[in-house]
């Protein structure tokens, strides 16, 4: 008797606990039926909070690589990042938000490394720094702000090494 108790308080406790948890999955996915426009010959992968991407094949063993569009999204629901994929690697611009939706920082990826400029942003939306890159190497001006956009800080580099500061 007291074992057939226990198995249906199991039971019950099981059945409850998986329906919230499932509430739960549902309540931070409420709306995101995410389709992402893949290219031809590729299919959409993943979910929001690891990211959802698209990949394709590249050989007949099954092989397959990232190309195509990627976003992933914070627990509450909104974007925490989205950039394209081009053969397995990130290209383009790459944007990156905080949990309230704001953009924290953009990158531009070539082939998987830093590839053109990069920016980070203040809370307030205000550039906090912005480098350029060429091939993963810093190349150019760097520049530093105040959270009220003045420049703090400049320093010029000439493949990846400090060459002038101010």
Not at 24 to 51: E, R
Not at 145 to 165: P, T
Request: net charge positive.
């Amino acid at each position: 008797m007291q074992s057939s108790k226990l198995i249906g308080v199991l039971f019950l406790g099981m059945s409850l606990g998986g329906s919230t948890a499932f509430a739960g999955d549902l309540a931070n996915k409420a709306g995101l039926n995410i389709k992402l426009n893949c290219p031809a010959g590729s299919s959409q992968f993943g979910n929001p909070d690891d990211g959802l991407y698209c990949r394709k094949s590249v050989s007949t063993d099954g092989y397959s690589v990232p190309h195509g569009p990627y976003t992933a999204y914070h627990p509450g629901g909104k974007k925490s990042v989205e950039g394209q994929y081009v053969e397995g690697f990130r290209s383009g611009t790459w944007v990156y938000y905080d949990k309230s939706g704001n953009v924290t920082e953009k990158i531009q990826f070539g082939r998987e490394n830093y590839n053109g400029r990069r920016e980070q942003y203040f809370t307030n939306g205000k550039l906090r720094l912005v480098e350029e890159y060429v091939g993963g190497k810093r190349q150019g001006l760097t520049q530093e702000f105040s959270e009220d956009g003045k420049v703090i800080r400049q320093v010029r580099y000439h493949n990846d090494q400090e060459v002038a500061a101010k």
